[in-house]
């Protein structure tokens, strides 16, 4: 058999990584497996394994993906009351949403294990203190918790 090319392989992983995008957000962590993302894609689960042999080798992949989905519903770029208030607008999205169901999901999964913990809020906060100063890393943990008393309440 030829070996692939590495335009191939870029193709084959990116069509894998669509795929894991569309599943995480719309059906979580858990509920995505090989044989899902096989389905989807049409590539083997052993195809798949071959460029991503952990399940949270996709979530390392992912990682700035998640970043930029995250960043695109907030105002980074005005006042520290328009990051708030694009926050708390982008609350009402389901997709904005799904994007903090699987951040908080691998915070929450990982707080006690040596698996990966993805830097997405670690690089927002970070980002957050350079324009704004340490009350907007402040706002940024208030902000997490209203949303994790959130979903208690809606799931």
């Known amino acids: 058999?030829?070996?692939?090319?590495?335009?191939?392989t870029a193709s084959t992983i990116n069509m894998i990584?669509?795929?894991?995008?569309?599943?995480?957000?719309?059906?979580?962590?858990?509920?995505?497996?090989?044989?899902?993302l096989s389905?989807?894609?049409?590539?083997?689960r052993t195809g798949i394994s071959h460029h991503f042999a952990k399940k949270t080798d996709f979530l390392v992949a992912m990682e700035e993906r998640i970043y930029q989905k995250l960043t695109r519903?907030?105002?980074l770029n005005k006042q520290l009351t328009d990051f708030i208030q694009s926050w708390n607008d982008a609350?009402?999205?389901?997709?904005?949403?799904?994007?903090?169901?699987?951040?908080t999901y691998d915070v929450m999964r990982n707080s006690s294990s040596n698996g990966i913990k993805l830097n997405?809020?670690?690089?927002?906060?970070?980002?957050?203190?350079d324009d704004f100063g340490d009350k907007a890393v402040s706002?940024?943990?208030?902000?997490?918790?209203?949303?994790?008393?959130?979903?208690?309440?809606?799931?």
């Open 73 to 75: 519903y907030l105002v």
């Open 17 to 36: 990584l669509q795929a894991v995008e569309k599943q995480l957000f719309k059906m979580g962590y858990d509920n995505m497996t090989y044989t899902t």
């Open 139 to 155: 706002e940024l943990e208030a902000l997490l918790g209203e949303y994790i008393i959130y979903l208690s309440r809606n799931g």
């Open 120 to 129: 997405t809020l670690k690089k927002l906060a970070m980002r957050l203190q």
């Open 1 to 8: 058999m030829p070996k692939r090319s590495r335009e191939d």
């Open 39 to 44: 389905r989807q894609t049409g590539i083997s």
């Open 91 to 103: 609350l009402s999205k389901p997709r904005f949403r799904s994007i903090l169901r699987v951040i």
